[in-house]
């Protein structure tokens, strides 16, 4: 008898926990219909009401523990979207924009209407060799990634795994750069050398999967580690394309590793002169090599036939002669673009639209269906150290920790192919 009380006592003590989720839960999605409805994007909206009913259909086959599961998703995701939603209901920080004073706003309306979409600006550093922006100090390991950290789970799954078919003059390398993989990635998935040669027809697995890093209404993210550039209109991811970054490399002399910071367009040219900076002049003499002080339009000149100048001083995002390149770390900082998608770039891109360049080698992500996904890249300029550490705070910071299976995390983690990976118990 008195196991049968107790036994009695457990399940009504879960029974109106379960009770207080599901209410939480209801509670949540009336709050945002009713509150913000109008700054949701139907997508995202339609990902949350995706959610919330599996945990009613779940709940309607007395499946009480996989209902509560995806009742607390659906308030999680609720909150991390009410963090992004606006100003007001985010969490205030120093690094914020301070807002636009009425003279600015008309400075910079005024200068809209004198600049066309081929505006020609000098495409040269004013500070011909400025400080690394991308110091601790730019960076603080715990305050930036856990603030940042918690912003993926409302972000998507983009690219696949597929086929892709060699066409003519295709190389490992030249395939890797437009998938947006390694060449280390086609060797493996294809059981081939890195330097194979390919034959026209001949058909290569790949993985491209990844987790969208950070969400802007309209502008540009860069995330250095999965080495990708993500532009947004009206709160949708238009284009993604991997890119071409600085060198990991660093020395006393020379630091060509990419700033992160927050940036604007100011400034964009078709066939562009190259004014070279000192550091790279330096540089050439150093390895006996003709300098110059600048390079004319033409195919000798690196910045290929597009280049958009960005706030942030010497980077530029360009199309380059190098096509093989990208989705390397082989640039001298700037932001280098296959031909192809930058001319499209070039052409949808405006004067004034905000970007960021961001560093984050670990993503997290929960899908609309309830899966997650974990994205761990090598840690190419060496800023945030114990990756593996990162990972596991981020799992264990969201909630997340009895819906894993950690045998796969510790093997995202070990084999940091920057791809993103189900990892759903």
Known sequence: MRALIIATAIFMSATIAFADVRDEAVAAISNIKKNHYAQVQSDEMRSIDAVFSLAENHFRKNELSASARYYLLTIQKIKVLLTTLSPQLAPSTNSEPQPISNQTALEDTQQNKTLSDNISLPLTNQQDDPKPLHTNAQIPEESDSDAAYEEPLSASIIGNASIYRVIRN???????????VSRQHLAMMNGLDSNAALKVGQKLKYNNRKIIPKRLENGIIVNIPDLTLYYFRQGKLAVYMPVALGSAKRNKKHDWQTPTGKFKIIGKQKDPTWFIPHSIRSELENLGKEVNS???PGPENPLGKYAVKTSLPGILIHSTTKPGSIYSFASHGCIRVSPGRMEEFFKEVKIN????????PVKLAVTMDGRIF???????????PELGNKAKQMIEKNKLSDRVDWKKVEAVIKQKEGIAKDITF
């Open 170 to 180: 295709d190389t490992m390398r030249l395939v890797a750069a437009k998938l947006g």
């Open 294 to 296: 600048t390079i004319p």
């Open 353 to 360: 639209t905000p970007g960021e360049i961001i560093y984050r």
């Open 374 to 384: 974990l994205e761990v890249h090598r840690d190419f300029y060496g800023l945030t």
